[in-house]
């Protein structure tokens, strides 16, 4: 048996294969679905997977505002944020953040299940979100996938 025929391929930025996928947030829950574009805009789906890479897919989601929240989430849950100033801490549930900025919701979502690091913050520009069904990036002929 040739051992050296046993080697791991590590990928890097050159050799990455990176490609476009569309999905359709509609009637689907927030947390199993942004666990799975996180999964997906990593690139753990994929054997070429390395951890300190961005090897992961472009990840278009459409329909944001039809997401559903289960139990009492919507009026319960609450993002915060600082503003900076002293007295600055603001509140926000996902009621009033669904009204102003549906698309926000699933960024916080996904934001929260990637890297805390420089990757992270690179990974999170492959995440592209919108409310209604349009978007576009329809030059990239992105393939529609179902979680």
């Known amino acids: 048996m040739n051992t050296l025929s046993y080697k791991t391929v590590s990928a890097n930025k050159n050799t990455v294969n990176k ?34 890479v961005d090897c992961g897919d472009n990840v278009i989601v459409i329909n944001a505002d039809k997401i559903k929240l289960t139990g009492n989430k919507l009026g319960d849950k609450v993002y915060v944020r600082y503003t900076g100033y002293p ?13 102003k900025h549906p698309e926000r919701i699933i960024e916080k979502a996904v934001r929260g ?5 420089r990757l992270g913050r690179e990974l999170f520009r492959n995440l592209f979100v919108y409310a209604g069904s349009e ?8 393939k529609p996938v179902k979680f």
């Open 135 to 142: 978007h576009k990036h329809e030059a990239q002929n992105p």
């Open 19 to 52: 490609e476009w996928i569309v999905v359709d947030a509609e009637g689907e829950i927030l947390g199993r679905l942004a666990s799975e574009i996180a999964k997906v805009i990593r690139g753990k789906h994929k054997p070429t997977f390395t951890p300190h």
């Open 113 to 117: 299940m990637l890297p805390k690091n």
């Open 87 to 99: 007295g600055g801490q603001r509140f926000v549930s996902p009621k009033e953040l669904m009204a």
